[in-house]
């Protein structure tokens, strides 16, 4: 059973920080590509941040700058530290793993910035 769960998510005021969790459960988590992607109300789906088994990242233009992604491999977790939230940053951040034609989403964590 494969199992992604997001945590960290919640309330915070503009200019803030926020990190964000993901930690898997029933796959091979080095081997796997991660990344964040958020959805507003109202809006599609994006990718936030991604980064790769060998750590190499990419970034969203949006989130350039002020975010910053890593992973725990011995700890099976990927981070998403978030500084400098602004309101528009407001949506459910989901976590994703894919490696060859596998991928997995976690159910999401809703953050929330106000302003």
């Known amino acids: 059973q494969v199992q992604l769960v997001e945590s960290g998510g919640g309330l915070v005021q503009a200019g803030g920080s926020l990190r964000l969790s993901c930690a898997a459960s029933g796959i091979n988590f080095s081997t796997y590509a991660l990344g964040w992607y958020r959805q507003a109300l109202g809006k599609q789906r994006e990718l936030v941040a991604a980064i790769t088994k060998d750590g190499n990242t990419n970034y969203a233009d949006s989130a350039k700058g002020r975010f910053t992604i890593s992973r725990d491999n011995a700890k099976s977790t990927v981070y998403l530290q978030m500084n400098s939230l602004k309101p528009e940053d407001t949506a459910v951040y989901y976590c994703?793993?894919?490696?060859?034609?596998?991928?997995?989403w976690g159910e999401g964590t809703l953050v929330t910035v106000s302003s």
């Open positions: 994703n793993a894919n490696w060859m034609i596998r991928f997995y």
